[in-house]
């Protein structure tokens, strides 16, 4: 599975921005899918997560009112809608695929990595 990612920019604090990670290949739907970010001088963290049938979601409390994870299986395509930006959430984001069929918000629990986009969040 090869994953990319795009929809990264600049937005000042209060502002939107949906993320996409396309993914190639025929089985993507059997995958979950995650979203996670790394700022500047700091580890990798868990953003989001859904499930392969997108029944299920699950977000880190930084996050959690403000963003929504969602997929589109017949476009193998996963989305992150970013409302309510801080300048906080400013980093480099990455789409992720896990085998895992369970609750995963371990960066070793994925599989596949995309290659990551910038998000800014001006104050």
């Known amino acids: 599975v090869q994953l990319q990612a795009s929809g990264g920019g600049l937005v000042q604090a209060g502002g939107s921005l949906r993320l996409s990670c396309t993914a190639s290949?025929?089985?993507?739907?059997?995958?979950?899918m995650g979203w996670f970010r790394q700022a500047p001088g700091k580890e990798r963290e868990f953003v989001a997560l859904?499930?392969?049938?997108?029944?299920?979601?699950y977000y880190a409390d930084s996050v959690k009112g403000r963003f929504t994870i969602s997929r589109d299986n017949a476009k193998n395509t996963v989305y992150l809608q970013m409302n309510s930006l801080k300048p906080e959430d400013t980093a480099v984001y990455y789409c992720?695929?896990?085998?895992?069929?369970?609750?995963?918000?371990?960066?070793?629990?994925?599989?596949?990595w995309g290659q990551g986009t910038q998000v800014t969040v001006s104050s």
């Open positions: 992720a695929a896990t085998r895992f069929n369970g609750l995963a918000a371990k960066i070793y629990e994925y599989d596949y």
């Open positions: 290949g025929r089985t993507f739907s059997s995958y979950g």
């Open positions: 859904i499930s392969w049938s997108g029944g299920s979601t």
